[in-house]
């Protein structure tokens, strides 16, 4: 195998004109990878992501080959996957306001170009969910949020709207099975690409722990910061310590560790009904 890529949390292979895309245990907050693992969370990813992929195949088509045929050293938390092309836009979908999206609320009454009512709080559910979709920034920078028009304009308004379609189907029948499972998905973030026969498809990972925000339903209470099952956790423990966002980043506490493990079990194990 080649390597193509090493990302924040993934590394990418090539094999067989197939593509492995390997989970690892690495977590990154604010765009830094901190220097201390997270057991078993390449294969969270990996299994929630599989989970979500087959939930979704009537929205969009994905690009999993098998998660079988991986070499051994990567079982459990590597997917065989064909090659893609991918769009040069982070296609997010919001329900509810929270993290980069309250800040720019708050900045602006917007987020991405879109104008929100006045009056809302972190944690607030948005009338309906909207797409706000932001720069693809290589590794060590900061995406940045555009406008649909801005995606128009790089990627043409046909395309545009189908980006644009797919995020909020996605996040819409995500938010619909997690609700029933007890879990408000607050927001997530997916990644499409072009196949070689020209169909648009879903890439990378689907409604985790780390692309997506989870919150307990039952707990969940506007005007205040809301109880996570992704890695908002790891980032408010960051917050904490001092740390200046830039590398290197602090070793993370064996109880925060296993804190986050925990929590990114949970909500595996709640949204798909299965036992870790």
């Not at 690495?26 to 087959?54: A, C, H, N, Q």
């Not at 998905?185 to 780390?210: P, Q």
Request: charged share 25%.
């Amino acid at each position: 195998m080649k390597l193509l890529h090493s990302g924040k949390v993934r590394d990418v292979y090539e094999d067989r004109g197939d593509v492995i895309l390997v989970a690892s245990d690495r977590v990154s907050v604010y765009d830094v990878v901190l220097p201390t693992p997270i057991p078993d969370k390449g294969k969270v990813l990996t299994r929630l992501s599989l989970w979500w992929f087959e939930q979704l195949a009537d929205i969009v088509p994905n690009h999993v080959v098998s998660a079988t045929d991986v070499p051994a050293e990567f079982e459990g938390r590597a997917v065989r996957c064909r090659r893609l092309n991918m769009v040069q836009v982070e296609c997010i979908a919001r329900g509810y306001l929270a993290g980069l999206g309250l800040k720019e609320y708050l900045a602006n009454g917007s987020v991405s170009g879109v104008a929100l009512p006045a009056g809302l709080v972190e944690g607030s559910r948005l009338p309906q969910p909207i797409f706000t979709p932001t720069t693809k920034a290589p590794l060590g920078q900061h995406d940045e949020f555009i406008t649909f028009e801005d995606v128009v304009s790089q990627e043409g308004a046909q395309v545009a709207a189908e980006l644009r379609r797919i995020t909020l189907e996605v996040y819409g029948r995500g938010a619909e099975l997690a609700r029933e499972r007890g879990i408000v998905i607050a927001d997530t973030k997916i990644e499409l690409g072009w196949a070689s026969d020209g169909t648009l498809v879903l890439g990378d990972e689907v409604l985790t722990s780390d692309s997506s925000r989870f919150w307990p339903a039952d707990d969940w209470e506007p005007g205040r910061p809301q109880f996570a099952f992704d890695k908002q956790f790891v980032r408010d423990w960051a917050d904490g310590t001092g740390w200046d966002r830039k590398e290197p980043a602090p070793e993370v506490p064996s109880e925060i560790v296993e804190a986050t493990r925990a929590r990114y079990i949970e909500a595996y194990e709640r949204i798909t009904g299965r036992t870790w």
